[in-house]
């Protein structure tokens, strides 16, 4: 009899353990930080890497210049283009005013006109190559690696990579069994892996298919990081 009692007290304990481990689980959930953009940037375009002006770690601008391919081609054949476009623009106010004389045939005047148009385009287009040669932030964040240096020969490869941390994206892998109780604006707490920041995050995105081998689906919360004091890539726990 004293056996038979101790089995039941040691399977009502593993019961009562599995319940608690249960409940821990739907109050706390395992979680990753991580950017809320990561972009890796180069340019459409070959060439030698001239100027790299920032460094690994820094804090950059959207629209920032980053870098540049060497432009002493390209700048050159538009100081052509601008040649020919402001010889252009001479002939045709010419030609204009003979038009008005009845000195020159309509046909030849839209030639004119025409020649003129293209010399805009051309040096338009000339303009745009230069700037497909200049690397700018897209976003504001912060340079996470530098791939190349002053010199190198660059085809249309990666030159920075680009973090975001403001605001940051924290991703949850939750059971199935949850599937329908998140709904996007929820608030929910974050606790970080490193210096056990308390946060507040909202929930941005959720997953609206479950994933069959694993039984779960997958949240997206948004938590502001002003002045990227929170390091993005840390483990952290989420509290419903």
């Known amino acids: 009899m004293k056996k038979t009692g101790f089995k039941k007290h040691s399977l009502w ?36 890497l001239d100027r790299v002006m920032v460094e690994r770690g820094e804090v950059v601008r959207q629209g920032q210049l980053l870098g540049r391919l060497n432009i002493d081609l ?42 003129q148009k293209v010399a805009e385009l051309e040096f338009a287009e000339s303009q745009e ?32 990579r680009v973090a975001r941390l403001d605001p940051l994206h924290v991703e949850i892998i939750l059971p199935a069994s949850r599937f329908g109780q998140i709904k996007p604006g929820q ?31 997958r949240v997206r919360l948004i938590v502001p990081n002003p002045d990227n004091k929170v390091p993005s890539g840390q483990r952290c726990r989420i509290r419903f």
């Not at 991580?34 to 030698?48: I, N, R, T, Y």
């Not at 040649?83 to 002939?91: F, N, V």
């Open 74 to 115: 390209e700048t050159a054949q538009a100081r052509t283009l601008a040649t020919k476009l402001a010889y252009g623009e001479r002939k045709l106010d010419r030609n204009s005013e003979l038009k008005d004389q009845n000195l020159i045939a309509p046909q030849d005047l839209d030639e004119i006109a025409t020649n």
């Open 187 to 217: 608030s929910m707490r974050v606790l970080t892996e490193l210096g056990a920041r308390d946060l507040k995050g909202e929930v941005g995105a959720v997953d609206k298919v479950i994933d069959a081998a694993s039984s779960t689906f």
């Open 129 to 160: 190559r230069i700037k497909m040669r200049n690397i700018h932030s897209p976003v504001d964040g912060v340079v996470v690696d530098v791939y190349n240096q002053v010199g190198d020969l660059i085809k249309q490869d990666k030159i920075f």
């Open 13 to 48: 304990v593993i019961g009562f353990c599995l319940g608690m481990a249960s409940q821990v689980w739907a109050q706390d959930s395992g979680c990753l930080i991580e950017p809320s953009a990561d972009l890796k940037l180069g340019v459409p375009a070959d060439g030698v």
